[in-house]
């Protein structure tokens, strides 16, 4: 079974600043999650990534496959970006069989 | 396009009653997923169905029973509740493998007491 470490737990920033929320597992996949989740609110898919690098806003994810880690970017943060982030991967590697998560980030950006 | 839609948004049950989880996608998905969310334990596959007509065992399957209705429905049944089934639950679906987005409908938050 895939195991899916997140770092920080926690994190309080201000507006502006550059975040980095860092994610390892320990199994080689065929793609990597990030989701994000609001307080009391439903879960977004953000981004699915196999390789390389991802933008679609402020947000850029990266992977790297061989030493099996990514990371999810927010430039110019915003009050808004706060949120719970989450990286999961697939349970077995790859397949149909369901993710395995993260912990999960709580980012609050403070005005 | 709803997506994915749960049924209902919260529920209160005392231990030993029995309750369904519905969930259902218009998307055309071929799989769908059952997990809880539980403080500090980040979320957890409790079953899911691969295809149509399929239902496997996730990681905390004790204690859930589920029924692949048809293409679109996809429901959660806890036939004897416990506190420890407390937890938020979400249905999720995608269109198939590993390799495609997760679609997750808005939860359902059960409280057993």
């Known amino acids: 079974k895939n195991e899916v470490e997140q770092s920080p737990q926690n994190l309080t920033a201000q507006e502006g600043e550059f975040i980095t929320i860092n994610c390892s597992y320990s199994?080689?996949?065929?793609?990597l999650h990030w989701l994000q989740q609001h307080p009391g609110g439903g879960i977004v898919s953000l981004f699915m990534?196999?390789?390389g690098k991802k933008k679609h806003g402020r947000l850029i994810a990266t992977i790297n496959i061989q030493e099996k880690h990514s990371s999810l970017h927010i430039t110019a943060s915003h009050p808004r970006d706060s949120a719970v982030y989450i990286c999961?991967?697939?349970?077995?590697?790859?397949?149909?069989?369901?993710?395995?998560f993260g912990k999960g980030t709580h980012l609050i950006i403070q005005p | 396009n709803a997506g994915v839609t749960q049924t209902p948004k919260f529920q209160v049950l005392k231990t030993g009653q029995s309750m369904t989880l519905q969930c259902a996608q218009d998307?055309?998905?071929?799989?769908m997923y059952w997990y809880r969310q539980d403080p500090g334990m980040g979320l957890r596959l409790i079953y899911y169905?691969?295809?149509?007509?399929?239902?496997d065992k996730g990681e905390v399957p004790n204690g859930y029973n589920v029924s692949r209705l048809n293409k679109r429905e996809f429901s959660l049944r806890l036939e004897s509740a416990a506190p420890s089934q407390t937890s938020v639950y979400f249905c999720a679906s995608i269109t198939s493998g590993g390799n495609n987005e997760q679609f997750f409908g808005p939860g359902t938050r059960l409280t057993v007491l």
């Open positions: 199994v080689g996949i065929s793609a």
């Open positions: 999961a991967v697939p349970l077995s590697g790859g397949g149909a069989d369901g993710l395995t």
């Open positions: 990534l196999s390789s």
């Open positions: 169905s691969a295809s149509e007509g399929t239902t």
């Open positions: 998307m055309n998905h071929n799989s």
